[in-house]
């Protein structure tokens, strides 16, 4: 794992180097200071020397200008470093995103995504360059401080390494319990983005229902399973920090009883003395950082892990190495022996289902709720894999086509328009992103929605908002036709593209969809049976598979499943 996260330094290797070496330049500079009190007080106060004083002085301001010059360096740089590797791996983790099979996106929460791409890799940031600039001062300083204790009087110094061990093992007993609370915070924290997606993006059905108050309380329960676990990680880390301290205070009794003892006994200078355990605070210092980085350590990793977890979700459904580029698609499409379920253990979706459908022809498909409709039809564009038979288009094995050529050639108007924000140009032209403004008219004319778009404040440039809560219900669904009548692909799916609209929309979209559908092979999923009983040929899909076919006076005067459709549609029609 480590060795992945190191290759994200790669590219940045000369701004490593120039961080780390300025880091280590400071962790020098750090040194310098006790030395020069000793002097001070052995050589130059006894001796009187005034000039020597400021000679000294001048000096020492000199080594604080540089090591301001490096601090700024490290703290720049260092960040600027920092801010390029979390660019780098939300780049990385939004690509793979895109690659993921459709099923990730029906198991994982939106908010689980977002917490992983924004919070988690933000921490990631800052870690990833503290933690090295840490260690290197950290190592340079405590290194040093040995080296400069042991020269001056190493019986002093084997007093001080005896704190070590213990402030080593102290520390050690924290790993694991630092490694579970920052998995947990970040596993919580994601919990509460996933309530606030939730509740945001279904606002109109929390209030619809009044659940306001159900919806707090959710989320509270959230929040405070966050508040909980992190007051426990900052209940490690307290007392971890407190007891790091500790033990470093100790040591600097024991140099001051010790080193006293020494100096009283002639045994070291007093400059020597004072210099000693100015080293000593600075020797416990950098143990009290490198155990810090250990946690810091642990929080890195917990969220690179969570990385990790969705970068290494390798996706089913992608191109086979001898895959074809679907070009020039006449629209042939044909089932064979089409299996279907979502997942092990599910229930059987599709079985055995055969169809044919030339090029240029309407297929309606009708059946009751959950009979399989939309899911029949997502298997054409490979939104999911058929799990036994085939299905071919232009009698090539969709499996077998790149999903970019295969997905270009199937358009699919849904029931819930999707629209990004932005303008309405930009709406209708992600039907074809190289589409200039004439075409992205003409789309709009052909879709009837011409005339309201035009009647919009700004027209063409009318910004929709999120989900574009401005538009209407028939008005997105132009919005959405008109795209693809840019895409122009030669097999279409219409899955409910007109249920929810009143009978006067109704009438002027079902003619924009019939002069889309003109020359595509169209599959049409309706409910209501009126939108499809001029179908050339109607396909009744039940959990038994297609079990009847035909046009709609056949089907009716057939008796069948059909006819009971129809019959309840007539009942209820009149009634109302
Ligand atoms: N993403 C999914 N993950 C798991 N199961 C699913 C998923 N989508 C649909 N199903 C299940 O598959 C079955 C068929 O669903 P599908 O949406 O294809 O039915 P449908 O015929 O289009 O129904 P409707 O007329 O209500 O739109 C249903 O039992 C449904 O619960
Ligand atoms: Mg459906």
């Avoid at 004083?53 to 360096?73: K, N, P, S, T």
């Avoid at 499996?399 to 270009?408: E, F, N, V, W």
């Amino acid at each position: 794992m480590l060795k992945r996260f190191l290759h994200y330094y790669k590219p940045y290797r000369g701004l490593l180097a120039l961080d780390l070496s300025c880091a280590f330049g400071l962790g020098l500079a750090d040194l310098v200071f006790p030395a020069a009190i000793g002097r001070v007080v052995d050589v130059i106060v006894p001796a009187g020397d005034m000039p020597g004083l400021a000679r000294f002085a001048v000096l020492l301001v000199l080594l604080y200008a540089i090591r301001a010059g490096l601090e700024f360096v490290v703290g720049y740089f260092g960040h600027v470093l920092g801010v390029n590797i979390q660019h780098d791996l939300r780049r990385d983790i939004y690509r793979h995103l895109h690659t993921l099979d459709t099923r990730f996106f029906d198991d994982t929460k939106t908010g689980q995504i977002m917490s992983r791409i924004v919070g988690d890799l933000f921490d990631l940031a800052e870690i990833s360059h503290h933690l090295p600039e840490d260690l290197i001062m950290a190592s340079v300083r405590l290194a040093g401080s040995l080296i400069v204790m042991l020269a001056i009087e190493w019986r002093l110094a084997l007093v001080v390494f005896a704190i070590v061990p213990a402030l080593v093992a102290f520390s050690s007993t924290f790993r694991g319990k630092f490694r579970r609370a920052f998995r947990a915070n970040k596993e919580t924290i994601a919990v509460i983005n996933e309530r606030i997606e939730e509740s945001v993006s279904g606002v109109r059905v929390v209030r619809a229902f009044g659940n306001e108050v159900f919806e707090t309380e959710r989320f509270d329960e959230g929040n405070e399973t966050f508040r909980r676990s992190r007051i426990e990680s900052v209940w490690h880390i307290g007392v971890f920090s407190t007891g790091v301290s500790f033990l470093s205070n100790l040591g600097l009794v024991i140099v001051l009883i010790a080193g006293g003892y020494a100096s009283l006994r002639g045994a070291v200078s007093l400059g020597a003395y004072v210099a000693f355990a100015l080293y000593v605070s600075r020797f416990f210092q950098p143990i009290e950082t490198l155990v810090r980085s250990m946690e810091q350590f642990q929080e890195g990793a917990a969220g690179f892990r969570r990385f990790l977890e969705i970068v290494d979700t390798v996706p089913t459904i992608v191109d086979a190495p001898d895959a074809v580029e679907l070009a020039g698609v006449r629209g042939d499409v044909e089932f064979r022996g089409v299996g279907f379920r979502y997942g092990d253990g599910k229930e059987r979706v599709l079985e055995r289902v055969d169809l044919r459908v030339a090029a240029g022809e309407t297929v309606a498909i009708v059946g009751p709720s959950g009979a399989g409709k939309t899911t029949l039809c997502s298997l054409i564009p490979r939104f999911y894999d058929v799990e036994e038979g085939s299905i071919t288009v232009d009698g090539l094995d969709v499996r077998k086509a790149t999903i970019a050529s295969l997905r270009q050639a199937v358009g699919m108007v849904q029931q819930d328009v999707f629209l990004f924000s932005g303008s309405v140009r930009d709406n209708i032209g992600y039907g074809r992103l190289d589409a200039d403004d004439a075409a992205i008219e003409a789309a709009a004319k052909s879709a009837n929605a011409l005339e309201f778009i035009r009647a919009l404040p700004l027209g063409f440039d009318t910004p929709v908002g999120e989900r574009g809560v401005k538009l209407s219900g028939g008005q997105k669904q132009r919005i959405a036709i008109a795209r693809m009548f840019l895409k122009d692909p030669p097999v279409l799916i219409l899955d409910e593209a007109t249920s929810s609209l009143d009978t006067m929309s109704e009438l002027a979209i079902r003619e924009s969809l019939e002069r889309l559908s003109k020359g595509r092979t169209t599959f049409i999923i309706a409910h209501r049976l009126a939108t499809v009983r001029h179908a050339a040929r109607i396909l009744v899909l039940t959990e038994d598979g297609i079990v009847e076919q035909g046009r709609h006076d056949d089907l009716v005067a057939a008796g069948g499943v059909y006819r009971r459709l129809y019959d309840a549609q007539v009942e209820s029609l009149l009634v109302s």
